[in-house]
Every structure is written in structure tokens, then in C-alpha cells.
């Protein structure tokens, strides 16, 4: 029997103060089933947020979507206020887009008293009130750990969504692409993304203790000759990137890039991949990341070996399902 496709829902998409040039993307890609609606981000004079949702009246009975980033813990607190209102709004349905869970790689006690603040964010984000159309949708990119997923209340419901597609289309553009070998630097990073690249070899690195360092260390595969890009979710220091780099160098790697979804960056730390002079262009020939931390994004614009592959296709097809 053949499944009769449904005609596109219209989604009125509202968006933080970060993610307006994704969320104009989202739009374009949308073929008219998307509306873009403003806040008014406003601050009384102490400080907290006066905020105003346009145009409230006229969501009753309408599919709502929030995008958000919550690139500092201050920004939490304000969209969380309009995250929590909009469903209460009688809207038809409501969809949170969250591409980068910030605190994911904070999940797990290695002793007592440590706080798993993945946890406290997945709580929050659970409290979302019910819409009338049901639990909140919500959508978020490469978690750090899967099992998060269980941190979640059954007042939302997660989908999880992965970049690596993009990734995947981008290595078929390059010249040399049946010499690609994907890498990745520790086994965290196989297991979370190994089963996604089932036609491709791959190596994988390790860090092993040598005295009071951790040194990194090729554990398995070969790669002199090839063209490696190593894989993972996110890079904040990249000081373990750079490091397996040479790790693959040292072993004959001819060319090493490499691809995480989130480009945190902490204090500009990406400043430490630009290509400045010939060791640095030798170290990494391409540097890709998702658009899931506009405000990396928007720093390292057109700055060499970084190059930005957007999530506003996928994010527009999650906001159809």
C-alpha cells in the first residue's frame, strides 16, 4: 500500500538573538512552510529580562518553534522564559530546536559531590509545559553521550540529530576523496560515531599515561598516504586535536583535517588552527564545523582552514516530522 505523502505543516519559527542568520537559513529552506516571529529581547534596569512575544494572539491554534542557543548561562534564563511561554500560548504544537546541549559533556560523577549539570539542564528542559497538541518536540545535534537521553522527564520528547551527513556530503566534493580515512581521537568517539561510516576505513587514537602527561598514541589502523579528518562532537581547547594531528603526521598521514559539530571555542581558542604561516597550514588543510554555536560561527568568518556546513536544511526537515 502506498503511503500518501502530507502536505507540509506551517511552523512559526521564533529565534534567539544568536541564531537569526540560522534561523533566516532554516527559513529559506523551508519553501514557504516556515514564518520567522521576533521577540522584543528587552532588560529592565537591574539587569533581568522584560520580555515581549509579538504577534501572541495570533498562535493560537498554530505549530510554534523555538531556536536556541545557549552559548552562556545568562542567555538560558531568558529564553527559557519564552521556552516555557509559547506552549502556553493554546499553539497547536511546540518544537524546541537546541543544536548544542551545552553541559552534555558534564554528565557522569567520577566522585561524591561532583554535580552532573547535564542532568539539571535535561530537568529543566523537561518542565516545558504541555501544549495542546502534546509533550514538547525537542530537537538536539551530536549529544555528547547517547545515554543522556535518559536524563529527559516524559514531558518531552528528544530527537536526536546528527551533523556527520553533512560531513559525509562535503568528503565526497573533495579531489582526493577515495583516499579519505576518518579517525577519531579516543574510543568515546568511535563508539558514539563509528557505525556512520561503514564504507570508510578507519583509524583510532588513544591517550595513555606516561608519568604525570597523557600522551596521545595511534591505537589501531594505518594511515600513511592518506588523507585522515578526524571526527568528533565537539573541540573547546582543541589541544587534543592538535595533538592527535601529529600523532597521524608522525605516521604518515599526507594530509590530516578534521570535523566536530559544536565549535565551542572557549576564548577564542580556535585562533590556534588559523593558518598563519606554513606549519600551520600543514597542520590541518580543512577545519569543518556546524552552525550549532553561532556565536563561533560569526568569529572565525572566512578564516582559514575553517569552513561552516550548515544545519538549516536538516533543522528545517526536523521541523516537519
Not at 518553534?65 to 529564553?79: C, M
Not at 582559514?304 to 536538516?314: D, I, K, N, T, W
Request: charged share 20%; aromatic share 10%.
Amino acid at each position: 500500500m502506498t503511503m500518501v505523502k502530507s502536505p507540509k505543516k506551517h511552523v512559526n519559527l521564533f529565534f534567539s538573538l544568536d541564531c537569526e542568520q540560522l534561523a533566516n537559513k532554516v527559513a529559506a529552506h523551508s519553501e514557504d512552510s516556515i514564518t520567522l516571529q521576533n521577540v522584543n529581547w528587552r532588560s529592565f534596569a537591574d539587569g533581568f529580562p522584560n520580555i515581549f512575544i509579538n504577534n501572541a494572539e495570533e498562535l493560537r491554534g498554530q505549530h510554534v518553534a523555538f531556536l536556541a542557543s545557549f552559548s552562556s548561562p545568562a542567555q538560558v534564563f531568558e529564553q527559557l522564559s519564552v521556552i516555557y511561554a509559547l506552549p502556553r500560548l493554546f499553539v497547536a504544537s511546540f518544537t524546541l530546536v537546541l543544536p548544542f546541549f551545552p553541559t552534555g559533556s558534564f554528565e557522569r560523577m567520577e566522585e561524591e559531590g561532583d554535580v552532573a549539570t547535564a542532568f539539571t539542564l535535561a530537568r529543566m528542559l523537561s518542565n516545558i509545559p504541555i501544549s495542546r497538541g502534546g509533550p514538547t518536540s525537542l530537537v538536539i545535534y551530536d549529544i555528547h553521550a547517547l545515554q543522556e537521553r535518559f536524563y529527559f522527564g516524559d514531558e518531552v520528547l528528544p530527537l536526536f540529530e546528527t551533523g556527520i551527513p553533512l560531513l559525509k556530503q562535503r568528503l565526497q566534493q573533495l579531489p582526493d576523496a577515495d583516499n579519505v580515512v576518518i579517525a577519531f581521537p579516543d574510543d568515546g568517539a568511535w563508539k558514539r560515531f563509528h557505525k556512520l561510516f561503514d564504507n570508510y576505513s578507519v583509524v583510532v587514537c588513544t591517550k595513555v599515561r606516561e608519568g604525570d602527561k597523557r600522551i596521545v598514541r595511534l591505537k589501531e589502523g594505518h594511515v600513511s598516504g592518506h588523507h585522515v579528518v578526524i571526527v568528533d562532537d565537539l573541540v573547546q581547547s582543541g589541544g587534543t586535536l592538535i595533538e592527535c594531528q601529529k600523532v597521524l603526521a608522525a605516521n604518515g598521514a599526507a594530509k590530516v583535517s578534521a570535523y566536530v559539530t559544536h565549535g565551542v571555542f572557549p576564548n577564542q581558542s580556535w585562533l590556534r588552527f588559523t593558518h598563519k604561516d606554513e606549519a600551520s597550514e600543514k597542520a590541518f588543510a580543512y577545519f569543518w564545523i556546524t552552525d550549532s554555536c553561532p556565536v563561533t560561527v560569526k568569529a572565525l568568518a572566512n578564516q582559514a582552514p575553517f569552513e561552516v556546513l550548515s544545519l538549516a536544511g536538516s533543522i528545517a526537515n526536523a521541523l516537519q516530522i
